[in-house]
């Protein structure tokens, strides 16, 4: 009996310890990568397809998410909030006309929130008048249960008409 006993406490704590150690193991940093690229892209495709819960499903399920533009008065907090400024960017170009580009940008992680920035390169249609503008983007995204979503977005482009650039476009 006692060294069943000793067996079932062996093989538990085993499980246990397994467990724990892959609960704080942190994911490859190409793992990582993979999951915010995808969630990246899975935001673009539902503003490409003018998919607003799509758009609101890549955020995390808070009530402070965030996103901010270049000027005043573009910056707006909450789900109704972001979500009412999504939609409005929708209202300026046609569904299914959306192309972009990212560079390889930047970013880094700790714990449960990741950091990202890039420069993307858009392209878009409304009503057949193709546009094309760049922008910077950063944002932070929070682990919520097995996937990463964007609590904060922040975009930016250019104020003047001078189209320089003090780096390369993404290819």
Not at 15 to 43: H, M
Not at 79 to 89: C, G, R, T
Not at 145 to 162: K, P, V, Y
């Amino acid at each position: 009996m006692t060294r069943r006993l000793l067996m079932t406490f062996a093989l538990v704590s085993g499980i246990a310890t397994g467990a724990t150690q892959a609960e704080i193991s942190p994911p490859s940093e190409d793992a990582l990568k993979e999951q915010v690229q995808a969630q990246w892209q899975a935001q673009h495709q539902a503003l490409d397809a003018h998919d607003i819960e799509g758009v609101m499903a890549t955020f995390a399920d808070a009530d402070d998410i965030m996103l901010m533009g270049t000027g005043p008065g573009e910056h707006w907090v909450g789900k109704e909030e972001v979500k009412d400024a999504f939609s409005h960017f929708m209202e300026n170009f046609d569904p299914h006309t959306m192309e972009v580009k990212c560079g390889e940008g930047a970013g880094a992680s700790r714990d449960t929130v990741v950091w990202v920035t890039s420069v993307c390169d858009f392209v878009d249609k409304k009503a057949d008048e193709a546009r094309h503008y760049i922008l910077n983007m950063s944002a932070v995204l929070v682990e919520q249960g097995d996937a990463w979503r964007f609590h904060s977005m922040h975009f930016s482009n250019l104020t003047a008409d001078d189209d320089a650039a003090s780096q390369d476009r993404p290819q």
